[in-house]
C-alpha cells in the first residue's frame, strides 16, 4: 500500500509540476479538431458460442470508430500539444502485470519524435484521452487468451502492441497536418456537477469477478489475485465535467462510459458531432 501511495503522490506532484511550467511558457496559440476513422476496437465481452465461453471481443456489437484529434500550435505552425481521443481500453498486456504506456504510449511517444525531430526541439505533448472504453478492447487483444504465461508470450504482446499504437500514432499524424482552419480567437468554458444515486442491495462480491477481472472467466489468470471480499456500496457519487474550447467540448465522468450512452449523449448534444469529444 505503501509503494502506491508513493506511485500516487509521484503523479499528482508532475501534474502540479506540468501546470507551472505551462504557465512560464505561455504563448499565443491556434486550436483546430478533425476526426478520422479507426477498426481497431470491438465491444470488451461476447458469448463465443462455439467454444462456449466468454470471448474478450465481440466484433457484432455497437463501437465507435471516430478518432478525434485536437491540435494546438503556434503562431509559426509547430504544433504545443496534440490530443488523441480514442473509444478504446489501450491494453495489450495480457497476462503480463508490468506498468506500461501501452498503446496510448507508443502513439504518444510516436507523435512526439516525429514533430520534435521535424521542428528539431522538445516543444510538442501528444495526450491520449480514452473516450467511451467502458465495453471496447483492442480488437487483437483476443491473442492472449491462447498465449500461455511466458516471456516469449510476454514479448509478442508487447509487438502486438507497438504496432497497434504506431498505427494510431500514424493516424494522428495525419489528421493533425490536416487541421489547417484554426482559431485564434478562443472562448473558454469549464463546469462541473456531480449528483449521488442509490445502488441496488448485492452480495458481498470477490473483486474483478466479472469476465474480465481476477475470479472471472478471463481474469481468473492473473497474477496474485485479490480474494478479499468487497462489499458493495449503498451510493456512488458521479462526477460530470465540461470543457468548452469554442465549439470543441471535452466532456468527463468518475466512471467508465459505455457505447450506447456515449451515442445517445452524442445525439442529444446542441455541439455538432464534428467537434464533439467524449
Known amino acids: 500500500m505503501t509503494k502506491n501511495r508513493d506511485i500516487a503522490q509521484q503523479v499528482d506532484d508532475s501534474i502540479v509540476e506540468a501546470v507551472k511550467k505551462a504557465k512560464e511558457s505561455l504563448e499565443p496559440a491556434l486550436v483546430g479538431v478533425r476526426a478520422g476513422h479507426m477498426d481497431l476496437n470491438a465491444q470488451r465481452y461476447g458469448f463465443d458460442a462455439s467454444r462456449n465461453s466468454w470471448s474478450t471481443v465481440n466484433e457484432d456489437a455497437v463501437s465507435d470508430k471516430t478518432f478525434w484529434v ?70 487483437l487483444a483476443k491473442w492472449h487468451e491462447e498465449m500461455k504465461d511466458s516471456v516469449a508470450s510476454i514479448a509478442l504482446g508487447y509487438r502486438v502492441m507497438e504496432a497497434e499504437g504506431l498505427v494510431l500514432g500514424a493516424e494522428a499524424l495525419r489528421l493533425s497536418t490536416e487541421i489547417t482552419d484554426m482559431a485564434g480567437t478562443v472562448r ?89 469529444i467524449p
Open 70 to 139: 485536437v491540435k494546438i500550435a503556434n503562431l509559426s505552425g509547430q504544433p504545443i500539444a496534440i490530443l488523441m481521443d480514442y473509444s478504446m481500453h489501450p491494453i495489450m498486456g495480457g497476462k503480463n502485470s508490468l506498468l506500461t504506456g501501452d498503446l496510448s504510449g507508443v502513439a504518444e511517444g510516436f507523435v512526439e519524435e516525429q514533430y520534435n525531430e521535424k521542428f528539431s526541439n522538445n516543444k510538442t505533448v501528444a495526450l491520449w484521452m480514452t473516450g467511451t472504453g467502458g465495453d471496447q478492447s483492442p480488437k
Open 188 to 276: 473558454l468554458e469549464a463546469n462541473q456537477s456531480s449528483f449521488t444515486c442509490a445502488v441496488p442491495p448485492k452480495k458481498a462480491q470477490t473483486p474483478g469477478a466479472g469476465p474480465g477481472g481476477p475470479g472471472g472467466q478471463m481474469g481468473s489468470t492473473l497474477p496474485n489475485p485479490i480474494k478479499v471480499p468487497i462489499p458493495e456500496p449503498t451510493e456512488k457519487t458521479i462526477r460530470l465535467s465540461l470543457i468548452m474550447i469554442n465549439q470543441i467540448a471535452i466532456t468527463g465522468l468518475n466512471a467508465e462510459v459505455f457505447s450506447d450512452l456515449y451515442l445517445n449523449l452524442r445525439k442529444a448534444s446542441p455541439v455538432s458531432t464534428r467537434s464533439w
